[in-house]
């Protein structure tokens, strides 16, 4: 099994979006998935309960207890953590501990940008990533080409000398989709192809 952790202590950044939305293209594409929500918000509980029968599996794990931290249903071969705002501390550890990638999701804002930056130093300081055992990308969310922001969070990925595994951009089906349960990965009709590429990058990081 491998465990993919979506994190960012910044509230609003999308973590959430790709947690949904890769268990779904995981999920579609045959996989085993597993969805463990961590954040007290549990948006993405309420997302799997409302996904309907027909749509591929991902199986729901509630994880906003430290206690349930790491408990996972056997023949899985993904497990997907929407990891909680205030990830700190032990129960960071915990977290960190589970994984073999850290993806985290950054809006096109300042605060957004100040806030990975301070997370990315925490991180740091955790042992599983200082050994290399863990690999740690960013994902760029909510991009309107050509605008300002854009340039702002272009120029925040060049002065970490990064660059972000996939660019998203900014579209209203993501929520539109979420309330019934559904991801863009749930959708076979061509309007949903385009949205569908922005995540392969993603998709073939994970191998």
């Avoid at 609003?12 to 939305?21: D, F, H, R, S």
């Avoid at 268990?23 to 579609?28: D, I, M, Q, T």
């Avoid at 085993?32 to 749509?55: G, N």
């Avoid at 794990?61 to 349930?68: G, H, M, P, Q, V």
């Amino acid at each position: 099994m491998k465990t993919v952790l979506i994190a960012n202590r910044k509230g609003g950044c999308g973590k959430t979006t790709v947690a949904i939305t890769l268990s779904a293209a995981l999920a579609n594409g045959g996989a085993r998935v597993a969805l463990a929500d961590a954040d007290p918000q549990k948006s993405a509980t309420r997302w799997l309960k409302r996904r309907p029968p027909e749509a591929a599996p991902v199986t729901r794990l509630n994880w906003s207890a430290a206690k349930s931290f790491g408990t996972s249903p056997k023949k899985t071969d993904w497990l997907i953590v929407d990891a909680p705002g205030a990830m700190q501390g032990d129960g960071a550890q915990a977290l960190v501990a589970q994984a073999h990638m850290v993806l985290i999701p950054v809006q096109p804002s300042l605060f957004d940008a100040d806030s990975t930056r301070r997370f990315l130093n925490k991180l740091a300081e955790t042992k599983r990533i200082r050994n290399g055992k863990v690999r740690i990308s960013l994902v760029a969310m909510r991009l309107r080409p050509r605008t300002r922001a854009a340039a702002r969070l272009e120029t925040f990925f060049q002065t970490l000398g990064v660059t972000p595994l996939a660019g998203i951009g900014e579209r209203a089906a993501y929520g539109d989709l979420a309330e019934a349960g559904l991801s863009i990965f749930d959708m076979p009709q061509a309007p949903y192809k385009p949205l569908q590429a922005q995540w392969q990058p993603l998709l073939d990081a994970l191998g």
